[in-house]
């Protein structure tokens, strides 16, 4: 099957920019000083090379060889080292309880799907890890400045919101936000955004 992502990701331009996710910026005060951090569906490695300039030790995962390589490119530009994984988050399994904490920033996946994914996710922190979680909500749709144009690869917010509730909640949103990522977020945006502590 052709990975669409692998030949979006072969330009030139990183086409969600260089610069990290504002969330991610605002909430990675979270993790504990020097973590080892998983960035799950990291494209081209915005936020894993923010969190690893802070000090962590962070694994990039996407299952988008160029975006990894590009991930690689960028941590070297601000001479950082960024651990990356070639990984199919629908379909192959992850390491269980390995790090501190993780973020997944825009990683959409069909719904009957998305919780799979999730739990995954969360099976790989360990006992007290934090999870940072930005998505576009179903709302998304009706704003056409980023995100799937299929409401089956957004976010039912209520569903995340019950999912989440299983583990402690530090922050949950639902609205709109303002998001200026490259060539293909512009402008104002539905989001759902998650911390939660496991």
């Not at 988008?64 to 950082?80: C, F």
Request: overall charge neutral; some cysteine; glycine content about 8%.
């Amino acid at each position: 099957m052709l990975n669409s992502w692998n030949q979006r990701f072969k330009q030139k331009d990183y086409v969600y920019g260089t610069e990290a996710n504002e969330f991610i910026k605002n909430e990675c005060y979270r993790f504990k000083q020097n973590s080892s951090l998983a960035a799950y569906a990291e494209g081209e490695g915005r936020n894993a090379v923010h969190i690893a300039s802070l000090g962590h030790k962070v694994t990039a995962y996407d299952y988008a060889r160029s975006g990894l390589d590009k991930t690689i490119a960028l941590g070297k530009l601000h001479n950082l080292t960024v651990d990356t994984k070639l990984v199919d988050l629908l379909e192959d399994e992850l390491l269980c309880e390995a790090y501190d904490g993780a973020l997944m920033v825009y990683g959409h996946f069909p719904k009957n799907r998305q919780y799979n994914v999730l739990n995954k996710i969360m099976n790989s922190i360990k006992a007290g890890g934090i999870f940072l979680l930005e998505v576009y909500e179903d709302k998304q749709l009706a704003y056409k400045t980023g995100g799937p144009k299929d409401v089956n690869w957004l976010y039912d917010s209520n569903e995340l919101l019950k999912w989440a509730k299983q583990f402690r909640m530090l922050h949950f949103f639902v609205g709109e936000t303002e998001r200026y990522e490259g060539l293909l977020h512009h402008g104002t945006s539905y989001v759902v955004q998650l911390v939660i502590k496991k």
